[in-house]
């Protein structure tokens, strides 16, 4: 489990590491160039032989600027570095760490507004460029000078290697504040920063790789997290086991509640998911008439038919009976392809306060929810909620642009004043704990975003509470698989080509690689 850091929380660790532990700051500057040196000689074949330019900036970002290109340098390559302010005007560890390499005799031009268009004959025959003009610092546009050094950056698309960010992105919002270093690739110092894993950030990043500076590990644990990022290992031990003597009820038994006329294949792919995820048995409450349509397919499933509208959607005299289809179930699906229908949006308001059994809402579940947000004060069970940005906006009544402009501490409010769990989907979805606790799901790719696909997450979700797991760890498992899945079927096909089914087609090979 990766713990991701805000720039203020980094800067307390380099303080700490500092001042508590006396390391003096001077060696972690060395430590991060010397890392991002390493980076690049693992990344860049015949290193010694190119031509490189390292943008430096007046700070400490600017400071591990120098650090490599003393270690390039001492390579072999030829290096130059273009320092964005004056010599003087560097201080402390910055000041040592140019002094070291000015002393090599290594290049270092001062750049201002006249001069800066004088090097784009060096520029244009470079092969590499380092980008260390801001650190973690950075909280508005930017401009002048170093807009123009960004955009010479982009406009020659050489190899680029960020220190810790690429220059002009903030580091904890995750938005593009304004002109930016677009990287091949990122040296992230000591721990990730959240742009690291936030779109769209994230995506001006490139490879990124961890640069250990040398922070002792007794600071880094010190360090309060509330944001992380699990890896494999974290899903596999969270995973539920299949002991030798159970059998399907040990494994619990999923209700769907779904479906509507013209919307029938969202109820299936929901519940074939929480089968796939190894749920012992899975009821399908729908409409009647789709009840025909979806008896054989898939045949694993078991079928309810409830009342229908005179549009085929669950009507709301299906209240009492699908209060009596929850009772003993191990968790509920509420809400693919359930329509809006009035009569199924009033459905809602007579279910959902009686629901006992963990429920997972998804969709039409949530999109019924806008004219009554006031049903989620009134829930009983534990509930993990899945919306998208525009689903999400209709049950907080938040704009669209709030909730893209602070994802984490949107869903992170969210889910702790109403206490459930959220998913705040979208690239690199967010899932949010009621105590606190946000997860970056790693996984994924745009070819995920299809029609249904959330609908099986849905699915996969419950299934996996069936099973015994806590809503907030089968969130989090089951959006770590649903992305991988995805990511597994793109590595042998194409992302253009990836519809909902093949999701779980793939889910068995990709559970296989997990699984013991």
Do not use: W
């Not at 700490?16 to 990344?43: C, D, Q, S, W």
């Not at 025959?125 to 610092?137: E, M, N, P, Q, S």
Request: charged share 20%.
């Amino acid at each position: 489990m990766q713990k991701i850091l805000t720039a203020a929380q980094m800067q307390a660790i380099d303080r700490r590491t500092i001042e508590n532990m006396g390391i003096p700051g001077v060696i972690l500057m060395e430590n991060a160039g010397r890392g991002i040196f390493e980076l690049m000689k693992a990344h860049i074949p015949g290193l010694a032989a190119k031509k490189v330019v390292v943008f430096a900036g007046k700070g400490n970002n600017g400071g591990d600027g120098f650090v490599i290109a003393r270690h390039l340098h001492n390579l072999g390559s030829e290096v130059h570095v273009l320092l964005f302010g004056k010599r003087d005007a560097l201080k402390n560890d910055a000041a040592v760490h140019a002094r070291a390499t000015q002393a090599l005799g290594v290049p270092v031009r001062e750049m201002d507004a006249d001069r800066i268009d004088s090097q784009d004959h060096l520029l244009r025959h470079a092969h590499i460029f380092v980008d260390a003009l801001f650190g973690t610092g950075l909280s508005q546009p930017a401009s002048g000078l170093y807009q123009r050094a960004i955009d010479k950056i982009n406009a020659l698309e050489k190899f680029v290697v960020s220190v810790d960010l690429p220059s002009g992105i903030d580091a904890d919002s995750g938005r593009l504040i304004g002109p930016h270093v677009k990287a091949t690739l990122t040296g992230a110092l000591a721990l990730l920063k959240r742009s690291h894993r936030l779109h769209p950030a994230a995506g001006a990043m490139g490879e990124i790789h961890i640069v250990d500076i040398g922070i002792p590990r007794k600071v880094i644990e010190e360090e309060p997290g509330d944001l992380f990022v699990p890896d494999e290992s974290d899903i596999k031990i969270s995973l539920p086991g299949r002991p030798a003597d159970s059998h399907k009820g040990s494994y619990g038994h999923v209700l769907v509640i779904a479906g509507a006329r013209g919307k029938g294949g969202a109820a299936g792919l929901t519940a074939l998911a929480a089968l796939r995820m190894g749920c012992g048995l899975v009821t399908l409450a729908l409409p009647a008439g789709l009840q025909k349509a979806m008896e054989f397919h898939p045949l694993e499933v078991m079928t309810h038919p409830l009342p229908e509208t005179e549009s085929g959607a669950i009507d709301a005299s299906a209240d009492e009976t699908i209060l009596e289809l929850c009772a003993g179930k191990s968790a509920v699906a509420l809400g693919p392809g359930l329509s809006t229908d009035p009569s199924t949006v009033k459905l809602l308001d007579a279910i959902l306060p009686h629901i006992s059994c963990p429920l997972v809402l998804d969709a039409d579940g949530l999109n019924g929810l806008e004219t009554q947000r006031k049903l989620l004060d009134r829930l009983k069970c534990s509930a993990v909620l899945t919306p998208h940005p525009k689903e999400m906006s209709r049950i907080s009544g938040l704009e669209m642009a709030e909730i893209l402009n602070n994802r984490v501490e949107t869903a992170r409010t969210f889910a702790r004043s109403r206490s459930l769990v959220l998913v705040l989907k979208g690239s690199n979805s967010l899932i949010a704990f009621p105590d606190g606790r946000v997860f970056i799901n790693p996984t994924g790719n745009p070819g995920m975003a299809t029609g249904g696909s959330g609908d099986v997450l849905t699915g996969m979700i419950a299934g996996l509470i069936a099973q015994g797991m806590e809503p907030g760890p089968a969130a989090v498992a089951a959006n770590y698989l649903h992305g991988l899945a995805g990511d597994d079927y793109a590595r042998g096909n194409s992302q253009t080509t990836l519809i909902a089914g093949d999701l779980l087609r793939t889910l068995p090979e990709t559970l296989k690689r997990i699984l013991p």
